[in-house]
């Protein structure tokens, strides 16, 4: 529905004005909201969450459509993300963080959290960084940030919270490395020896998320080596290149399956010992 909503509005766009795009975004956005609160009261907590979600980017999508109607257009003309002073972003990101907050405490349903998350970041990152080199730092910094505050509510009562702290710092910091580690061979070595630290990370903070995210990075590595051997060949041993795909990700495979037992018999001196059976 969130999808509908939003192509919707792009169907709109083309036949209205700026002024009717925003009072049929505002419709969108009350029917959203109207029906989260409806469930909400009939006691239904997924679905109520699940239309709050919506609502809360619908909300944001409201606020654009209301911003450009105003005339309130701070963008640069730069493609860069963080260029430029674009206060009503902020203004945006502000609001919507707000919103998300407010619809959090209503409804208690962490995927809403992700707009908090999201916004902060890019609201930070935005202001004290013009894009470049510098905003791949202040990226890797809040990932870091993101982390650690991540394991901390994971030791508490709002541990679901944690999932999402943890997947976005996984996001920020496998970002910042891919940004700077891209090129040379010796970049996608080094970004292939970041996506086993990120495996063995799952088995320190225990969310699935980072091993998740570090075999997709080993696994981009992995074909980035695959395509560049059967172009130009492995040592010269042959012409026919045929095979280097099928060694290379048997190869992988076996190496996932090493990590996998690595992190399994962690868990098992983790967890505690059954206890013994009654005489």
Known sequence: MLISASASLGYL???YGKGALTAWALLLLTVLFAVALTLRRQGVWIAAGVFAFATIAMWGAFLGTLFTWWGWDSNSGSNNAFDGWNWTLWLLLLLVIAAASAALRAFRFPLIFVYILSSVYFLVTDIISGGGNWSAVVTLFIGLVYLFVGMSVDRGP???YGFWWQLWAGFLIGGALLYWWH???????LLATASVVFILLSGVTWRSSWAVLGVIGFLAAATHWTIEWVATGIFNLTTD???????VFAVVGFFFVLLGLYLDWRRRRREPAPPLPAV
């Open 241 to 247: 290149r045929n095979w280097v795909p099928l060694v």
């Open 13 to 15: 766009a083309t036949h």
């Open 158 to 160: 709002r541990n679901p």
């Open 183 to 189: 090129s040379s061979e010796a970049d996608w070595a």
